[in-house]
């Protein structure tokens, strides 16, 4: 088990890592306010550091899941549904948070460049 905690572990620093890379990077402009008075380079930085995260865990479990495979291929044989069945849930889950993440950041852009 020791293992798999360390490897978990690894992800999570990596998607945290990530994140936070995204927000380092877009963290520039310090007056951020537009018309209605909303802060939107804190969103934009809120929101990349959301897309890092997400697109870190779903890398780092994906990375997890086909190591396990490897390791223990016997634990798999068991279950009804393919191997990779978790992989595709996460990648699911992702891209539907990205697309609105994406979609918040086009309607910044439009109301940014409408003033």
Known sequence: MIPNFGLIMICVIFSIGTGVAV????E?????RDKGGIPTKKLNTILN?????????FIGHGVYVVWNFKTRPELYAMQSAPWYTSILVYGAFTIVVLLICFVIKAIIKYKQKKK
């Open 23 to 26: 927000a380092l990077y877009n």
């Open 28 to 32: 520039k402009k310090k007056d951020d």
């Open 49 to 57: 550091t959301i897309i890092g995260a997400f697109v870190g865990v």
